[in-house]
Each structure stands twice: as structure tokens, then as C-alpha cells.
């Protein structure tokens, strides 16, 4: 009679010869970072009088792709369609989606009916969304006066859950917030919720602003806010100022433009390994018991050694030896999002565990998993657990960001 682990291996070993669908049979997948496309209407559709040709808007001088801008028309990004998908299901490489505009790009990107539809063809219960065009962490808007800003701000949030709730609770986008004002973030924070909006999205370097630090009691009230409330805090790549461009720095001279877009694109992994230490290191996290953050489009693998050299250097370095050991900080208030990972994936888990772990396509940004998502994460959930691989692509996204599931179908 064989035992229940040789039945696990049994089935384990079975499932490597199975297709990404057939692995995640039965559950309702949750992809944990997406991208959306600001159609060109987005503000100034909703933008009062005083603020219409103020807000963020797209401007053509001559032919071809134009500019976003925002009040006297300051710069904000290329009017691209910020994706790599094309409208006939081409996936460009490294930075050709730059040159594409957003009639040119599928449709998935900005329209909500479209986006239900491919998730329904890719196995997609729910997905967590952020916005492109403000920066992920709102940064952008900082080149105009506060008021703007919020009013900006206020549009946006309006707009994400309309989207929301015009998906039928399938796609969830993240309250964006004014965080260069303690009560005016606050505030959005709590109208993000009473719209329905599950968490919320923050700039990862205020300090860079002349702000407090994200340890400084000054934030307090609004991580008092977010535990209490339920409402995880999410740091995505390219959150700041000093990680808000697509090459980044410190490449080597010679590069294409699609050598300095793979360069980039993994560095600004290091923007995330930066908070992460400095969230642990600063003592914020005692203070803050039930805090959850999550560390978006970031991957997975380097997690183990960070923890490592955290739970060494602050014992041997700092001479603060951790009350609680780090890897159970990270345990209780640390989330992470992988997608291309295999093997890193898996050590990650064994070292970790798999209650903190959630899946990820990026789509429609470059790096995204596309076509068939399932599939191509396949090799590495043949190689877990039933129970891991539930929580990785369900149940942990869903407890997190406290998700209505009801109107997705399980694969």
C-alpha cells in the first residue's frame, strides 16, 4: 500500500506531463499585476470646466505618435499604447511596443469588454491593474501644482472603478494616491474603498520629495488606515523617481535599444529590493502588526538571499539582532509577484512557503506572458503541490485584496 507522500509524487510527476490548463483545473486564477492602457478621453471626459485643458491629454504637433502632457503642457510620456501586443495578436520585442500607437495595439489594453473576453480565453479569473501614464507611483504628476495633481488623481481613481465595476468585479485596479500630502492621501484612501477599490498604490521614494521616509511616523495615519481597513499597500517596479524609465542606468556604451530594455527591465527589480530592506531594517513593520505590502512585478527569486543577508547584517552589521527572525517578518507582511521564474520560483518557495507567493502575467507590457499564460508557467506549477499551487494562483491574491471571485468560472 502506498503511502499518501508516494501518492503526492505519483501525482506530481503525472502533472509534468500535463498542459498548464489541465495543472490548474478547478481554480479561479489570479493575475496579480496588469497594465492599462489610458484611453485619450480618460481625464478630460470628466474634468470640469476650470480643469479641462489642464489635465492629462494627448497632444500631436505633427504626424505620427504624439505626447501626453498635463497643464502647460509639461511632458508626461509618449502617446504609445503601452503594450507589446499588437491588435492582430503579435507580441514585439524588447522596446518596439514604443513606436506603436494605441489604435495599433490589442484592444485588451484599454477596453474593458475586451480585456473580460481575453481573460476568458486565457484562463483568467480576476487581475490586479495599474495605470501607466501618471508613473506607477503617481510620480510623474509632480511637475504641476498640488491641486492638479489631485484633481488628477481624484479623475483617475473615478475612472478605475467604473472599469471596475463595468468588468464585473473581474478586474481590479489600485487606488492611486496624492501621497505628497499625508490627509490628502488619507482621504483618497478611504473614497478608493467606498468605490470598491482593493488596496493601494504608493510611491516607494517620497523622501526624495522632502518627505518623511515610508518609517517616519508621519505615514502612520495611513498605514493605521490600510491595516485596519484591509487594504494592502503595493509597490510597483518603477514606483519612484530614480526608477522611472524603461533603459535605467548603468549599462555598458553600445547597446541596442533592445540590450538597454532587457538591462533595465531586470534592474529595476532593485528599486523593490530597496524598500523591502529598508521596511524590515527601519522597525516600521513592529509598529505596524497587520500592515500587508506587496512588492509587484519584482519576481521572486532573490527574496531567500535578501532575507539571508538581512537576518546576518543587521545581527553582525547594525547590531540589531531581529526579535523575530526575518524570514517570519516577511512571512506575516510580505507579498511577491513571479512570472517567467521556474527554478527560482520553486526555491523561493521551499524556502519560503507559498502563503506569500502570488502569480503574475504583466500584461500587456513587454515582458508579459503571452499567448497563453497558463502554459507557459506550466513547467513550474507541474512541479508543486495542489495546495501550493492554490494559493499561488488563487487563494493568497484573493484573501490579500479581499476578491469577489462569483462571476469568474474556475478553469
Not at 501518492?7 to 509534468?16: A, F, K, L, T
Not at 479561479?28 to 471626459?45: A, G, R
Not at 504608493?202 to 517616519?216: C, K, Q, R
Amino acid at each position: 500500500m502506498s503511502t499518501i507522500a508516494e501518492q503526492d509524487r505519483q501525482e506530481d510527476r503525472s502533472d509534468q506531463a500535463k498542459s498548464g490548463r489541465e495543472i490548474l483545473a478547478g481554480l479561479k486564477v489570479v493575475d496579480t499585476d496588469t497594465h492599462i492602457t489610458e484611453w485619450h478621453d480618460l481625464w478630460t471626459s470628466r474634468a470640469s470646466p476650470k480643469y479641462r485643458d489642464q489635465v492629462p491629454r494627448v497632444v500631436k504637433k505633427d504626424e505620427g505618435i504624439g505626447h501626453w502632457v498635463i497643464g502647460e503642457d509639461q511632458f508626461l510620456a509618449s502617446d504609445t499604447g503601452h503594450s507589446a501586443l499588437t491588435k492582430d495578436g503579435r507580441k514585439l520585442p524588447g522596446y518596439g511596443f514604443n513606436y506603436i500607437s494605441i489604435d495599433e495595439v490589442h484592444p485588451g489594453a484599454y477596453d474593458v469588454r475586451e480585456r473580460v473576453k481575453y481573460m476568458d480565453e486565457a484562463g483568467i479569473a480576476a487581475q490586479i491593474g495599474y495605470t501607466n501614464i501618471l508613473g506607477f507611483g503617481g510620480q510623474r504628476a509632480m511637475t504641476v501644482d498640488p491641486d492638479l495633481r489631485l484633481v488628477s488623481m481624484q479623475i483617475l481613481n473615478d475612472a478605475l472603478a467604473e472599469m471596475q465595476a463595468d468588468s464585473n468585479n473581474r478586474i481590479y485596479p489600485m487606488t492611486m494616491l496624492p501621497w505628497w500630502d499625508i490627509d490628502l492621501a488619507v482621504k483618497e484612501a478611504e473614497r478608493g474603498k467606498a468605490m470598491g477599490l482593493r488596496g493601494i498604490n504608493m510611491n516607494s521614494g517620497p523622501h526624495t520629495h522632502g518627505l518623511p521616509d515610508l518609517s517616519d511616523p508621519y505615514w502612520d495615519p495611513l498605514w493605521e488606515f490600510c491595516q485596519s481597513e484591509g487594504q494592502p499597500v503595493n509597490f510597483h517596479i518603477g514606483a519612484s523617481d530614480e526608477s522611472s524609465t524603461w533603459f535605467g542606468q548603468g549599462q555598458w556604451p553600445g547597446y541596442s535599444e533592445n540590450q538597454k530594455m532587457a538591462f533595465g527591465t531586470i534592474m529595476l527589480f532593485v528599486g523593490n529590493m530597496s524598500v523591502l530592506i529598508n521596511m524590515v531594517m527601519s522597525g516600521m513593520l513592529e509598529r505596524h502588526p497587520n500592515l500587508k505590502f506587496c512588492s509587484v512585478e519584482s519576481g521572486v527569486g532573490w527574496i531567500p538571499f535578501l532575507i539571508e543577508a538581512l537576518q546576518y547584517q543587521l545581527t553582525d552589521q547594525a547590531g540589531r539582532p531581529p526579535e523575530v527572525p526575518v524570514i517570519e517578518t516577511f512571512r506575516k507582511h510580505v507579498y511577491i509577484c513571479s512570472w517567467y521564474e521556474q527554478k527560482t520560483l520553486l526555491d523561493t518557495m521551499e524556502t519560503l512557503g507559498a502563503d506569500n507567493i502570488l502569480f503574475e502575467t504583466d500584461f500587456p507590457h513587454p515582458t508579459c506572458l503571452y499567448p497563453e499564460p497558463l502554459e507557459q508557467v506550466a513547467p513550474a506549477a507541474a512541479q508543486m503541490t495542489a495546495g501550493d499551487r492554490r494559493k499561488m494562483f488563487q487563494t493568497n491574491a484573493e484573501k490579500l485584496y479581499n476578491l469577489d471571485l462569483a462571476a469568474a468560472q474556475a478553469i
